[in-house]
């Protein structure tokens, strides 16, 4: 029956009745943290493009790696920085990279905490593609056995999860098959299923110095105004070996999400990118929004979307929000 005998204000009275009945909570599981990691000692220099984050060496990222794992949040996912770079990357499958290093190190000091690491060459190419070049085009089926060298390079030195995030076809089946070949067949694979060439990624790109020197990633990544590709591509990877998949960017790609976790019964996470994150700093900073309200926002659009895993700049400080507020703390 409708008014006066339905009053659906009645739910909304108070902050315990919200609570009570709110159809989606986050929780510091949700999230996981994505690290910046550079060569040298002694470093945690501020990205001056992303408010809050820092380009961290190996020995300074095993406090934040502690940090992170104190707040109750499960996983971090590592990019690293590349000390040279050349046509091939080759860095990138080095086991003295960064990010090598910076995963065993974590694992040693967290062992609980599962550490991610992103596979692709962009940030380790002097031309920043994510592949290799042939006559100035990327060559797909070339940079397939670098992508899985360089996933192999980084479970060895104990990564618990790769996620290959270069769209290149055929990379989660590279990958998987180099993964059992060598012995590492508990190493998971979540894959940047539906990654869209958006223009949100500004900001990361000036973090990690991955922004392509000529040309763009419209050949590779997928193109936004393409929603059903996204269900094939996503199927694809499923098939090759894909552990979790992954929509990115999260917000202007929510409805990706929801067709995503209606279709497929495999973990699901949504990367809320750089330009999200920094668009509700730059808003809140200027007076237009609360950042605290509106980062909370941001991140229950996400999960309600669909997201099993939420990876964002705001981890820390959202699992802090959501930690006092399960406490009773406000």
């Not at 709110?22 to 996981?32: K, Q, Y």
């Not at 949100?200 to 040309?215: E, H, K």
């Not at 659009?301 to 820390?316: H, L, N, P």
Request: net charge negative.
């Amino acid at each position: 029956m409708g008014f006066p005998y339905t009053r659906m204000r009645r739910l909304r009275v108070s902050a315990g009745m919200r609570r009570l009945v709110s159809g989606v909570r986050l929780s510091a599981s949700d999230f996981v943290v994505p690290l910046f990691v550079c060569p040298g000692t002694n470093v945690k220099e501020p990205i001056a493009s992303m408010a809050g984050c820092y380009h961290f060496s190996v020995d300074r990222v095993v406090e934040e790696a502690k940090s992170i794992a104190a707040l109750g949040i499960p996983a971090v996912l590592l990019f690293g920085l590349a000390e040279h770079k050349d046509a091939l990357g080759s860095e990138a499958w080095s086991d003295g990279s960064a990010v090598c290093r910076a995963a065993a190190a974590i694992k040693r000091a967290e062992p609980e905490l599962v550490v991610m690491t992103d596979v692709c060459l962009c940030a380790y190419t002097d031309h920043g593609h994510c592949g290799l070049l042939k006559d100035g085009r990327v060559d797909n089926d070339a940079t397939l056995e670098k992508l899985a060298e360089t996933a192999v390079a980084h479970a060895r030195a104990g990564a618990d999860v790769v996620a290959p995030s270069d769209m290149m076809d055929g990379r989660v089946l590279w990958i998987r098959r180099a993964l059992d070949e060598a012995g590492l067949t508990e190493t998971a694979i979540l894959s940047y299923a539906a990654k869209f060439a958006s223009a949100f990624y500004g900001p990361f790109r000036d973090a990690a110095g991955s922004a392509p020197g000529q040309g763009d990633r419209k050949s590779y990544q997928m193109d936004p105004a393409c929603a059903h590709q996204a269900m094939r591509e996503i199927a694809l990877d499923i098939d090759e070996g894909a552990d979790m998949v992954m929509v990115k960017p999260a917000l202007a790609y929510l409805d990706i999400l929801r067709q995503a976790k209606d279709r497929f019964d495999v973990p699901l996470a949504a990367y809320q990118v750089s330009g999200e994150y920094m668009m509700v700093h730059a808003a809140a900073e200027r007076g237009l929004c609360d950042l605290r309200q509106t980062m909370l926002e941001t991140l229950l659009a996400v999960k309600r979307a669909g997201a099993d895993v939420i990876i964002t700049y705001f981890a820390k400080d959202a699992a802090a929000i959501v930690n006092r507020l399960a406490a009773g703390k406000g």
